[in-house]
């Protein structure tokens, strides 16, 4: 069931500073284009800058077969040739998310985002943040609310010593992709981690 869902999916996944998720997220890319997508990955200056040795790039090179996005020019195409079927910020750090919820597209990952609603077609988020229940709370809401963001399933990963920090459950990314592609937000959409 899952490979008729992205055969032939253009999917861009959008990279942002969250760096202890990149490896979920990539190993849940390897499967994507195993079962059939076509993904871009899209990379924020600050992921590339600590992508020192260009590791990830190379890496996401040899799976995806695709040259990784890494300045405004690359993606400001996907808007007019609507080129996405969906696009994906995991991780999606709080910087990220406030940025996104005050309509700021001031990177490649961010104009990605804007491009692929613009087309009314999902933007899927994998948050991962420190204060997305601080100060970044208001921005969580506005997204939570927006027309055509969905969620990754989320919840706090460290209550008793980071009682604001919330982040993705990575396992649930692609069921959360397909229910994206159908207008659906995965449920249930509020987890807690296991003691």
Do not use: H
């Amino acid at each position: 069931m899952m490979t008729a869902t992205f055969a032939s999916k253009k999917i861009g996944v959008g990279f942002t500073a969250a760096i202890g998720l990149i490896p979920a997220v990539i190993k849940e890319i390897e499967v994507l284009v195993e079962q059939g997508a076509t993904v871009i990955p899209i990379f924020s200056k600050m992921t590339v800058e600590l992508d020192q040795r260009g590791q990830w790039q190379e890496n996401l090179r040899k799976i995806t077969g695709q040259e990784p996005w890494t300045t405004i020019p690359q993606v400001e195409k996907i808007g007019p040739g609507k080129l996405l079927d969906l696009f994906l910020i995991a991780p999606c750090t709080g910087n990220t998310m406030a940025k996104l919820a005050n309509a700021i597209t001031d990177g490649p990952v961010l104009m990605a985002a804007k491009a692929t609603l613009r087309n009314s077609r999902p933007v899927v988020l994998g948050i991962a943040s420190n204060d997305a229940l601080g100060l970044n709370a208001r921005n969580l809401g506005t997204l939570l609310a927006a027309k055509g963001i969905y969620f990754i399933p989320f919840g706090q990963d460290n209550p008793q010593e980071k009682p604001n920090s919330l982040v993705f459950r990575p396992e649930l990314l692609r069921p959360t992709l397909e229910a994206a592609l159908t207008g659906r937000q995965y449920q249930p959409l509020l987890y807690v981690p296991s003691r």
